[in-house]
């Protein structure tokens, strides 16, 4: 009883230095929807960062945390995975899911260069990270890279008719 009043009443202030088990721990003890009641803007960046990053133990809980996400939430936890998989493709691919959350999870998600408004040259050089990471994976990334060459493609395209445009 006093370690669930503790997992209520303590904000998670803590958890920059909190790990991806302890994460998992508040989750299970506390439920999703707590944790996203007492998630902070700081304690969400810091999430996001673990995951973009490609440390597996953190991405291994995005479906987890997909589970209870909405919004921003959910938007931010797509464009972490895409960032990731420069990183750490095996475990990206791992969590991908077009049937459960595929808005978060799917690979017309998180395969397709997700970002907000991004700047040309980000985008250039993030398919060139990321399509040499996938290839890393071999035939476990074939979709995934499918999807983003396909992006690429259009991308390619609307940067064309830009320039002819002018």
Not at 107 to 129: A, G, H, L, S, W
Request: net charge negative.
């Amino acid at each position: 009883m006093k370690a669930l009043l503790l997992l209520i009443v303590l904000p998670m202030t803590a958890l920059a230095s909190m790990t991806a088990s302890d994460l998992n721990s508040r989750i299970e003890h506390g439920g999703i929807t707590q944790f996203y009641s007492t998630v902070s803007d700081d304690d969400w960046d810091t999430i996001i960062s673990a995951i973009e990053s490609g440390k597996g133990e953190w991405i291994g809980l995005v479906p987890q945390l997909a589970s209870g996400a909405d919004g921003m939430y959910g938007e931010s936890l797509g464009i972490a995975l895409a960032s990731a998989i420069q990183n750490n493709p095996d475990a990206v691919l791992d969590v991908l899911n077009d049937k459960k959350y595929p808005q978060m999870l799917g690979i017309e998600r998180v395969c397709t260069m997700p970002f907000i408004e991004p700047e040309n040259d980000f985008i250039i050089q993030y398919y060139q990270k990321a399509a040499a990471a996938l290839k890393t994976s071999g035939s476990k990334g074939t979709k995934c890279l499918s999807a983003l060459n396909q992006e690429m493609q259009v991308f390619t395209l609307a940067i064309q008719e830009s320039k002819e445009t002018k």
